[in-house]
Each structure stands twice: as structure tokens, then as C-alpha cells.
């Protein structure tokens, strides 16, 4: 029998964090126990150094092993989600074959054709999403087992560098652990931020993360655009780091008394911090300036997801979302909605949490897991067989759902051609 506790683990480009958790019968995830440790091994999403990862893995998955009391661990899944990340879309017509029925086995040789049309040895088709279906020239949800001549698909292709595929695997590879599902990051945090009438209506979705900021912008339940900016927090602390002071100190500054806007000021004060060098005097740092060079990279950042949904053809009636640990930066919300005159919210995930989790599990550094475990938890209920090896070059998916059952229909993810490990 299946166990009902599930692992997950996020890749993060400052940690890697694991969790395990169960899914209750009302739907609220129970969480079980939570490891994290420092990593330098993933970079804008790609694990870069798959043997650092490796043993970083199997040490969180021993920990989790005790903290959560489980007698053994040899499955997970991880959300997976980079820079650069690409869809293009693209149409199938087919003309419906005796009978002029269509059925789920037409549809999925449709979905195969369109993925031919993009394979390539240096490329990986991570999802092909049908947005929509015109049979004879009518608009139909769910086409099946409906009567016609001529079927025309339209689809939203997912898809990236093979290397980000490989990369994971190879990490895996030397754990001895099986990597049971891989949802896209994006999909995990729009499972627990965003609920179906947002999606339906248009909502934008930012993921303010370390080294990377993503917008997935949904309406129709479909993903309509996404866009990742090689840019995150961390690029603002090294900013201030160029004050002269140390990481850990420009990173707290930030945290404490940074702001997302100059202008959100109104007590200007002078902090004295110690110098990044032993011997030179401390730094005296105006909060005043501090926003000034807070607010000249969030603009750098910002500007080409501002564009984006400045040129949408669609409004935005659920307005915007962000989530990530990026955006608790003071005054996150007020930058947002000034710079695009949209409404703008935190996500919050803590309606899918048990009523007895701790309080520090409503951060939103732990949604991108928490979707993680639902999402598994649906792929199981799709999959009641124990999974225990994948057939090689296989990765297991949750068949594609009718448009009306779609949790969140855009897997979204990953990266530019070019973006090659040295």
C-alpha cells in the first residue's frame, strides 16, 4: 500500500529545502517536518553542481527521515523552475476519422504531433497544454464524443535546454532516490496562491525569488503569458553590499530597514554598520539612500514584467500576486501598485494548512513546497500504484484534464537555448 506521506523538495539558489507532509481528507496539508540547508549548488534554477546537491539531498532526506518518522524514504518530487523560461504556441488540424467522433485517442495523437513539430536532441518538451478546440469551426470545451469533420487544436508548448532535465537527474542518479513527479514551480505556486475564478478572470502571478523574479500571468484558467527575469534579492543585497559591508549584514539591513520606494521614507535616520574590512572605520548608511539603491534595482528588475502586463490585451480583474521571499520587502505592495496602477496582494497559502501547523509554515517561502505536495498528492490519486523505478528517458505526468478539472492549467518553466553549464 501507498504511503500518504509525501516528500518535496525545492532547489533554491541560497538553500535546498525538504518537506514531509500528508494531505488530509478535507484537503488541508498536515506538515510533518521541514530540513533546509545552505546551497551554492543551483544557479537561476539549474543544478549546476549535481555531486554538492547529491549529498546535500541525501543528508536532508536522513534528517527528514527522523524528524518526520518515517522508516524509509525513496521517493519525492521537486517543483522545477529557471530563467529564460520559454512556450510558444502552436496549432494542430486534424480531420476526424471514421465515425466523425472525436475521441481521447485523436486528441492525444494530436498533442504527439504537435510535439514532434519541436523536438530537437538539445531540446526538452516539458508540457504541451491545449488552450483550445474548434470543431467545424465551433468553439468547444471538451470536444469528446462530439460529432464532426474537422478539429483544429491550439496549444501552449512548454519547453527548454535538455541540460536542466539532466542536470536533476544526474543529481538523483546518485542518491539512489526516485524522483516520483516533477511539477513546474510555477504551477506549484499557483495551486496554493491563486484559486480557479482568479485564474478564470486574469491574474498576474510574481514570484519574487534569490536570483530570479517570474511573472505567469493567467486567464481562461490558462497561463497567457510568462516571463523570468535573471534578477532576484540577492542582487539587492549585493548592491548594498557595495557599501562596504559583509553579506550577512547587507542582507539584514535590507530586511530591516529597507524599502521598496524612496519615497516611502518619512524618517530618514543614519544606521552605523561594521565595516566588511577588519580595519576600516564602520559604514554610515542613510535609510534615505539605502531605498534609493533598493528602488534602482527593483526598476531594473521590474521594468521588462511591468512592460508585459502594460501591453497585455486583457485586464487584470483579480489584479496581482506576488509570493517568494523576496517580496516582504517593505512597502512591496505599494511599488507595485504604483508603478502599474493594478491592485496588488501578498499570496497567501495558509487555507490549505491544517489548523494545528506552526505559524513559521505560513511564510511564503514554504508555498512553492506546499503546492508541491498537493500537486503529488493529485498525481497519486492519478497513479495508485507505488512507483519504484522510471523507465528510462520517462518522467511521470498527471494526464491532461478536462479544461472544467484543471487545477492549473500552464505548466511553465525554463530556460533559453544557450544557457549552457561551463
Not at 498536515?30 to 546537491?53: Q, T
Not at 510535439?115 to 469551426?137: C, N
Not at 484534464?401 to 549552457?420: C, T
Request: charged share 25%.
Amino acid at each position: 500500500m501507498i504511503s500518504k506521506k509525501l516528500i518535496a523538495i525545492d532547489f533554491g539558489s541560497t538553500c535546498i529545502s525538504a518537506m514531509a507532509a500528508e494531505v488530509l481528507e478535507n484537503g488541508a496539508v498536515k506538515i510533518l517536518s521541514e530540513e533546509s540547508k545552505a546551497s551554492d549548488d543551483v544557479r537561476w534554477g539549474i543544478v549546476e553542481k549535481p555531486s554538492g546537491a547529491s549529498f546535500k539531498v541525501s543528508e536532508l532526506l536522513k534528517l527528514l527521515k527522523n524528524s518526520a518518522r518515517m522508516p524509509e524514504i525513496s521517493q519525492v518530487s521537486v517543483s522545477v523552475g529557471a530563467k529564460s523560461m520559454k512556450h510558444i504556441v502552436s496549432s494542430v488540424n486534424r480531420f476526424v476519422p471514421k465515425h466523425s467522433v472525436v475521441t481521447d485517442e485523436l486528441l492525444a495523437e494530436m498533442v504527439e504531433e504537435c510535439e514532434l513539430k519541436f523536438r530537437h536532441p538539445e531540446i526538452t518538451i516539458f508540457d504541451v497544454i491545449p488552450v483550445s478546440y474548434m470543431l467545424d469551426g465551433k468553439s468547444l470545451e471538451d470536444p469528446v464524443g462530439q460529432s464532426g469533420i474537422q478539429i483544429k487544436a491550439n496549444y501552449h508548448v512548454v519547453y527548454g535546454n535538455s541540460i536542466i532535465k539532466t542536470e536533476l537527474e544526474r543529481c538523483f542518479d546518485r542518491t539512489g532516490i526516485v524522483l516520483e513527479y516533477s511539477p513546474l514551480a510555477v504551477e506549484a505556486l499557483s495551486t496554493v496562491v491563486l484559486d480557479t475564478q482568479e485564474r478564470e478572470v486574469g491574474a498576474a502571478l510574481i514570484n519574487f525569488g534569490a536570483t530570479t523574479t517570474t511573472l505567469a500571468v493567467y486567464r481562461n484558467d490558462v497561463l497567457q503569458n510568462l516571463l523570468v527575469v535573471p534578477l532576484g534579492a540577492k542582487n539587492i543585497t549585493k548592491d548594498i553590499q557595495e557599501l562596504g559591508i559583509n553579506e550577512a549584514n547587507a542582507e539584514r539591513l535590507k530586511c530591516l530597514k529597507g524599502f521598496a520606494m524612496e519615497s516611502m521614507v518619512d524618517e530618514p535616520m543614519y544606521i552605523q554598520i561594521a565595516s566588511a574590512e577588519v580595519d576600516n572605520p564602520p559604514v554610515k548608511i542613510s535609510t534615505k539612500f539605502l531605498a534609493t539603491i533598493i528602488e534602482a534595482r527593483l526598476d531594473e528588475m521590474m521594468q521588462p514584467i511591468f512592460d508585459t502586463i502594460a501591453d497585455l490585451s486583457f485586464t487584470l480583474d483579480a489584479g496581482i500576486v506576488i509570493t517568494g521571499g523576496g517580496s516582504k520587502l517593505n512597502n512591496m505592495i505599494e511599488y507595485i501598485a504604483e508603478k502599474t496602477g493594478i491592485y496588488a496582494r501578498f499570496g497567501d497559502h495558509s487555507e490549505w494548512l491544517d489548523d494545528n501547523t506552526p505559524e513559521k509554515y505560513h511564510d511564503p517561502k514554504y508555498a512553492q513546497l506546499i503546492g508541491t505536495i498537493l500537486l503529488t498528492n493529485e498525481y497519486r490519486k492519478e497513479h495508485p500504484v507505488e512507483v519504484t523505478v522510471n523507465a528510462p528517458g520517462k518522467e511521470p505526468k498527471i494526464p491532461r484534464k478536462k479544461f472544467k478539472d484543471k487545477i492549473a492549467d500552464g505548466f511553465l518553466s525554463f530556460f533559453n537555448d544557450d544557457n549552457k553549464l561551463n
